[in-house]
């Protein structure tokens, strides 16, 4: 079992930057690939960003390549989204989630822990 706490979240203008953290405890962390979700109003949870367990294989979504970097510290149990050129379209609540696998993978279906996830809002 994994548990996971994003962090990070908040109010910030178009053109602003965020970093999100997600923090995990439970089973060994470092195992598995990580990704980062997002949910609109009234939309279906989307891919974000990707990370394979070494690091190593990164995907993005077309919407945010360029402008948002993802990265992991094993050691610290956490993987990041650093967010910057900040949209109003980049409104949503941010989710963290962990597979077992240690692949990267950009399909929600492939994630077995989930975080509540964290609130991201762009005013324009």
């Known amino acids: 079992q994994v548990q996971l706490v994003e962090s990070g979240g908040g109010l910030v203008q178009a053109g602003g930057s965020l970093r999100l953290s997600c923090a995990a405890s439970?089973?060994?962390?470092?195992?598995?690939?990580m990704g980062w979700f997002r949910q609109a109003p009234g939309k279906e949870r989307e891919f974000v960003a990707a990370?394979?367990?070494?690091?190593?294989?990164?995907y993005y979504s077309d919407s945010v390549k360029g402008r948002f970097t993802i990265s992991r510290d094993n050691a610290k149990n956490t993987v990041y989204l650093q967010m910057s050129s900040l949209k109003p379209e980049d409104t949503a609540v941010y989710y963290c989630?962990?597979?077992?696998?240690?692949?990267?993978?950009?399909?929600?279906?492939?994630?077995?822990?989930w975080g509540q996830g964290t609130q991201v809002t762009v005013s324009s």
């Open positions: 989630a962990a597979r077992s696998s240690q692949f990267a993978r950009r399909d929600r279906d492939a994630y077995d822990y």
């Open positions: 990370i394979s367990r070494s690091g190593g294989i990164i």
């Open positions: 439970g089973r060994t962390f470092s195992n598995g690939g």
